[in-house]
T-cell receptor, first 110, second 118 residues
Framework: DQQVKQNSPSLSVQEGRISILNCDYT??????FLWYKKYPAEGPTFLIS?????DKNEDGRFTVFLNKSAKHLSLHIVPSQPGDSAVYFC?????????FGAGTRLTVKP | DAGITQSPRYKITETGRQVTLMCHQT?????MFWYRQDLGHGLRLIYY???????DKGEVPDGYVVSRSKTENFPLTLESATRSQTSVYFC?????????????????FGPGTRLTVT
């Protein structure tokens, strides 16, 4: 059972525009959420996180929004840059469990 | 060098062979993790460890064995490799497992080991 779902395997956007990556979860015990970025032949690296006591967290061009009632979070990248092209994984944790989504491959075109 | 390292980076083995993937971290993080990454499944947790001599199963533990005699090392052994274990394996470490607090506890990942079982 996939407790964390990223329903879009890929996303393509133009440089300078907004990228929106979505993530849904099913386990109501999850209370901390993270986004990781992965380049080819490298391990994932932490990007941004949000606790369930917040609904928004911002770090430069990256903002994560959490809608607890809908069990949905999203990552906004504004403005998108070609260097943002990577696979983005959503992760959810809580109750001594952590699950990752399948990832979304973002391509930012110059 | 500081950080988390994995060895080997690439490995080809035959079905039925035993193979061990190594993971070493220099941060003295309490928690260490092993994941496998497969297309369409993302990262799936195999085993994790909260401290030396403490390990626990993750989502997909069958066919794998782990040990943690020292805080800095967390080897993963495939006792009898199968083709379904062909994957990219990532080791990670973190200070904690996760709490609803303002403290960030992100995991730090190694570069991965690409394992092919023929």
């Amino acid at each position: 059972d996939q407790q964390v779902k990223q329903n879009s395997p890929s996303l393509s956007v133009q440089e300078g525009r907004i990228s929106i990556l979505n993530c849904d979860y099913t386990n109501s015990m999850f209370d901390y959420f993270l986004w990781y970025k992965k380049y080819p032949a490298e391990g994932p690296t932490f990007l941004i996180s949000i606790s369930s006591i917040k609904d928004k967290n911002e770090d430069g061009r990256f903002t994560v929004f959490l809608n607890k009632s809908a069990k949905h979070l999203s990552l906004h990248i504004v403005p998108s840059q070609p260097g943002d092209s990577a696979v983005y994984f959503c992760a959810a944790s809580g109750d001594n469990d952590m699950r990752f989504g399948a990832g979304t491959r973002l391509t930012v075109k110059p | 060098d500081a950080g988390i390292t994995q060895s080997p980076r690439y490995k080809i083995t035959e079905t039925g062979r035993q193979v061990t993937l190594m993971c070493h971290q220099t941060w003295s993080h309490s928690y260490m993790f092993w994941y496998r990454q497969d297309l369409g499944h993302g990262l799936r947790l195999i085993y994790y460890s909260a401290a030396a001599d403490i390990t626990d199963k993750g989502e997909v533990p069958d066919g794998y064995v782990v040990s943690r005699s020292k805080t800095e090392n967390f080897p993963l052994t495939l006792e009898s490799a199968t083709r379904s274990q062909t994957s990219v394996y990532f080791c990670a470490s973190s200070e904690s497992l996760g709490q609803a607090s303002q403290t960030s506890y992100e995991q730090y990942f190694g570069p991965g080991t690409r394992l092919t079982v023929t």
